[in-house]
């Protein structure tokens, strides 16, 4: 027998003053009610309620477990008020992960928009360009570069993410510009550490293919410390346009083997299925796929 519902007659018993009145509110007979407060009585071991033919009263385990059954059912509603509101207004925590830079220069602007139009909600940004397991550390969303795997998870496309070959005008004049791939041979070279080590770069060739070259002397995880090498003239970068764009239209950083530049990868967002999913990352995923569309 539902326990949560048996509460419920036995509370109604009590406020309504009879079985037949808490029996008609639950759409029950009335030996069914009395059912319920049997089960309960059962369960518990004690008598919650002294019935004559003409009346009926709280024993003084009934008094207690009456009021322990009240703040219960509340408790309930209360919980499934609040989960209900959420399933119709934005609100709550969206914890969200993507590459330090896409997300440090375009998802970060774009959730400071985001939150200032729903205020109820808050964001977790978490950038890392090592790749997690969205699920296992519970991120309700991720920024993907490159084709997204078949993980099952939702993958919605909001734009595209190009690497540029570039370094400083000093850096050019004082070893000369690249032509060619193989010219790289002779110049240094700024690596960031998530790139294959036996491989280094990956340029395109002028047969489609994808060539390699060996890892530079200078190596860091993290672009903006290769960006200030580059602009110190230590050597050619190969970095995001989202980092250098302001650098070359300022002409501090000069684009080099354009040809040669790799292909431009997708930029996903990826988010477990859910047919049930809540307003927070219906109304996230919409914004950022409408403003990046632009």
Known sequence: MDRLLSMEVFVAVVELGSLTAAAARHGMSPAMAAKHVKGLESRLGVRLLNRTTRRQSLTEAGQAYVLRCKAILTDIREAEQGAEAMRLTPSGQLRITSTVTFGSFALAPAIADYLAKYPEVSVELVLSDTVEDIV??????????????????????????????????????EHGTPRTPAD???????????????????????????TGYPAGRFVSNNGQALRQAALAGFGILLQPELLLADDLRAGKLVPVLQDYWPASRPISLLYPKDRQALPKLTTFVDFVVSRFAR
């Open 136 to 173: 296992a550390a519970r991120y309700d969303l991720a920024v993907r570069i490159g084709e997204p795997a078949d993980s099952g998870l939702v993958a919605r496309q909001i734009g595209r993410y190009q690497m540029i070959i570039c370094a400083s005008p000093a850096y050019l004049r």
């Open 184 to 210: 790289l041979a002779q110049h240094q070279f700024l690596d960031f550490s998530y790139w294959n080590r036996r491989t280094g770069w990956q340029l395109a060739s002028s047969d489609g293919s994808q």
